[in-house]
Structures are given as C-alpha cells and as structure tokens.
C-alpha cells in the first residue's frame, strides 16, 4: 500500500476519531504529495520520493519544535512535536546507532575514504543507500568520526 494511500485511510480514521492534530498533519503531508505531483512532471511519485516528502516535513516540524523551545514557547512547541510523531509513523523504522555505524563503515571501506577530504563521497552514497532508514544529521556524525 503506497503512502499516499495510507494517509488517505488514517485522515478517515482521524476524522471519525475527531484527532485535530492528527488530520491537521495528515493534511499538510497531503497537501505536499498534491503540490509533488502536480508540480509539472506527469511522472506519479514513487515510493521513495513519498518517503522523501514525509521527512522533510518532520524535519520541519522537529525544526520549528526547537526553535519554540529555545524561546520558551513550548505552547507551540508541543503541538509541532506531536504532528511530527504522528506523521513519523509513514517512515521506515529508523536506524539504531551501531547499526548506522556498521553500515557507514562498509561504505566507507567500499569508497575506500580514508580523510576528511573523501567525506562527500562517503555521504553521497550514504545518503542514497541509507535514504529514509537515517537522519542525514545522524549521518554526517557518524561519518564524520569514522573520518577523524
């Protein structure tokens, strides 16, 4: 079952539930698959691009979270921080730590990456290897002390 399918059966379900945050954010993901697929390629999204999509708007929503907290605003942080778990539940389960260090050293091995200067190398093809099962933040760390 495709993400956008989903979406659509959980806002029924939030609907009949009357779960405010729940629609609000299930409306946002899908009002950006609408923008996705109407943006001009007549090409329908793939799952990986739907993937893609949900985290970026988690990304927001964690982002906008911080920034609240950081201000003492956690009447708006909270609210961001729930929409961002409900809409988590559309990812793929996310790596443990050793789990991302294991797999970060077999790329790097297979590049061959050795110093800070191969960290493009190593993270590009993390990046497409570990797509949604790893934050790109959690990434770049770990890529970074391997590295160093």
């Known amino acids: 079952m495709s993400v956008q399918s989903q979406v659509m059966e959980q806002m029924k379900a939030a609907m009949k539930s009357k779960d405010t945050v729940a629609l609000e954010s299930l409306r946002a993901l899908k009002s950006a698959f609408l923008m996705a697929n109407t943006s001009g390629s007549n090409v329908e999204l793939s799952e990986e691009d739907e993937i893609k999509i949900v985290q970026k708007l988690v990304k927001q929503r964690k982002d906008s979270a911080a920034i609240f907290q950081e201000q003492d605003r956690n009447d708006l942080a909270d609210p961001e921080i729930a929409q961002a778990k409900v809409l988590e539940q559309f990812l793929p389960a ?40 790893a934050d790109g933040k959690a990434i770049s760390m770990v890529v970074k002390q391997l590295l160093s």
């Open 94 to 133: 996310q790596m443990g730590e050793e789990e991302l260090k294991t797999a970060i050293e077999a790329i790097i091995s297979q590049t061959g990456a050795s110093t800070m200067k191969d960290m493009g190398k190593v993270m590009g093809m993390a990046s497409k290897q570990l797509g949604g099962k």
